[in-house]
């Protein structure tokens, strides 16, 4: 699908909408009570997939951009990923705070777009990458990962990975409002926040979520 028609169809179904917890950015997302929210419930219901994580500010990348928010100087002047970034909520947060560089990477078109589409929607510039990063050395000061311990058989290889990238140097900050698959005993929670979520998604309207880092 070209990139022109992944934007008509994010236009089309999503609300540019204030993130509840970060009134300065605002984001392409969907909203209740409409055809497209409707479909993603019908779907779920069915068993036909997850929902399109780009269309929502997920738990862990509402935690990071706060974080960030509060301590400028994590990112002040550094290059940033913000590893599979869904809305690229993160990325956005990293650029306002003042990165001299930010990439948002990601596997879905759909997600790439977005993340474009809320840049400019923000006046920030994220570079968007359509790469699984996994297994990359490249030499990220910060690199920011929002709810990536959710799914058994993908979080060790991310977590892995993370953590070797710390040992190398980075800062790496995980938002996680409390995954099954995050290996706790190898962080230290830096804050915690309290944080709205979709009803439909996580059950509950507001989770407690925690930034990260490596010990």
């Known amino acids: 699908m070209l990139i022109e028609d992944c934007n008509a169809f994010i236009r089309a179904n999503t609300r540019l909408s204030q993130v509840s ?13 409409t055809a497209f929210w409707q479909e993603i419930e019908d779907e779920m219901e069915r068993g036909l997939g997850a929902p399109p994580f780009w269309a929502f500010a997920w738990a862990g990348g509402q935690a990071l951009a706060r974080y960030i928010g509060e301590h400028p100087i994590e990112v002040s002047g550094k290059k940033v990923l913000d590893f599979a970034a869904g809305c690229g909520l993160a990325g956005i947060a990293a650029a306002r705070a003042g ?13 790439e777009a977005a993340i474009a589409l809320n840049a400019i929607e923000n006046a920030v510039i994220v570079k968007t990458r359509l790469d699984d990063l996994v297994g990359s050395d ?3 000061d910060v690199i920011l990962a929002g709810d990536v311990a959710y799914q058994g058989g993908m979080a ?20 996680d409002p409390g995954r099954g698959h995050l290996p706790r005993e190898k962080l230290r929670s830096l804050a915690s926040y309290d944080v ?14 925690d930034v990260w880092r490596f010990i």
């Open 138 to 140: 490249e030499p990220f």
């Open 21 to 33: 917890s970060l009134s300065c950015i605002k984001l392409y997302l969907a909203a209740e009570g």
């Open 99 to 111: 990165a001299s560089h930010v990439e948002a990477s990601d596997l879905d078109r759909f997600a």
């Open 156 to 175: 060790p290889r991310i977590t892995d990975w993370l953590e070797a990238r710390a040992k190398a140097g980075a800062l790496v900050l995980i938002g």
């Open 196 to 209: 709205a979520v979709p009803l439909m998604l996580e059950a509950v309207t507001m989770k407690r979520t």
